[in-house]
């Protein structure tokens, strides 16, 4: 599977970035690169809840996949307004849109199939990529994944949740991830704000996912009215 994004500067400047994620798993397959730089290392700025150990993982898995895009973002600042397309194998999307959300919307596939423990919990999502989502869009992907994870787990036997307590939890250790990123980024020298807010609205967007989990998705409920009725 991959995904393409093409973003066009002011400047005339072109960045390219061609993803390519496993068509089974979904994981993210990076070219070959140089050694990762020292701020990728596990240890700094780590994240609490990050389960990893040095021993085995030395380097951050998405610090570590991420690097060389930072790079080509390091002078750039997030209000720029840039041209972006997205191609996948099934559909284009095409806006303008401030830098920092181009970004955060090519960061989210990378950091959900790098292989980190805690936000690997998003990578279903991944294969309905929706670049540039609105608030509602997102949340509607993400309570849909979750209900269809737990439908997986009742089948195999195991507990399912069907509160979105679970769900809730997800975003609670991720906007914990996201925060230590944004640490670990900002020990990066000269680097502009573009990566660094990015990230900061991947965690924007999860915070303000945790309370609609339980108490707003009554918005929605209106929609699935037909399969509310009782039959006659």
């Given at each position: 599977m991959d995904i393409d994004y093409r973003i066009r500067f002011p400047d005339g400047a072109v960045e390219s970035f061609d993803l390519r994620l496993d068509p089974a798993t979904l994981a993210f397959q990076p070219e070959a690169a140089a050694a990762p730089p020292e701020w990728t290392r596990l240890a700094n700025n780590k994240c609490p809840n990050c389960p990893l150990n040095e021993s085995d993982s030395p380097h951050c898995p998405v610090a570590r996949n991420l690097a060389p895009m930072i790079d080509r973002f390091v002078d750039r600042l997030s209000f720029e307004e840039v041209d972006v397309e997205v191609l996948t194998s099934g559909r284009e999307y095409r806006k303008r849109l401030s830098l920092q959300k181009a970004v955060?919307?090519?960061?989210?596939?990378?950091?959900?199939?790098?292989?980190?423990?805690?936000?690997?919990?998003?990578?279903?999502?991944?294969?309905?990529?929706?670049?540039?989502?609105?608030?509602?869009?997102?949340?509607y992907r993400a309570v849909s994944m979750y209900l269809l994870a737990q439908f997986f787990r009742g089948r195999k036997g195991l507990a399912a949740d069907w509160t979105l307590k679970g769900l809730e939890a997800i975003y609670g250790a991720i906007t914990l991830v996201n925060r230590a990123f944004t640490?670990?980024?900002?020990?990066?020298?000269?680097?502009?704000?573009?990566?660094?807010?990015?990230?900061?609205?991947?965690?924007?967007?999860?915070?303000?996912?945790?309370?609609?989990?339980?108490?707003?998705?009554?918005?929605?409920e209106r929609l699935f009215q037909t399969y509310l009725e009782k039959p006659e």
């Open positions: 955060s919307s090519l960061f989210g596939v990378v950091m959900s199939t790098s292989g980190c423990p805690i936000l690997d919990k998003m990578r279903p999502m991944v294969m309905t990529h929706l670049p540039f989502s609105e608030l509602e869009e997102g949340r640490d670990r980024l900002r020990t990066i020298p000269s680097l502009e704000d573009a990566s660094l807010n990015a990230v900061i609205g991947l965690d924007c967007f999860c915070l303000s996912d945790a309370g609609f989990m339980t108490r707003s998705l009554n918005k929605l």
